[in-house]
């Protein structure tokens, strides 16, 4: 489990930087974090009080994306991450 988040950033950034992708490219770093924090749901779908806290992040990065401000929203997703990576004890990068 700790090597599955780390896998999908990798994947994430792979896809980011090659142009085969081009087209299912997340426009941001707010979306490659929203699709890698979706990807890891089975990490923290275990625990039902972090499973709250990232849905309500969740919907706090869209609300944040709606609004234009990607700034914020990419602030909100690495939070989520980096506490996704600590209760699964993934803290190696």
């Known amino acids: 489990m700790k ?10 950034a792979s896809m980011m930087a ?10 941001s ?6 699709q890698t924090i979706d990807n890891s749901k089975a990490q923290y779908q275990t625990s039902p ?10 919907s706090k990065a869209q609300a944040l994306k709606a ?9 909100e997703t690495q939070q989520t991450l980096l506490e996704i990576q600590k ?7």
């Open 67 to 75: 609004q234009g401000k990607t700034d914020e929203c990419l602030v």
């Open 49 to 58: 009080d972090l499973n709250a806290r990232v849905s309500a992040s969740v």
């Open 3 to 12: 090597r599955s988040v780390l896998f999908s950033l990798f994947v994430t």
């Open 29 to 34: 770093l707010c979306d490659a974090n929203l």
């Open 18 to 27: 090659s142009t085969s992708f081009a087209d299912s490219k997340p426009s």
């Open 87 to 93: 209760s699964t004890g993934d803290t190696k990068k």
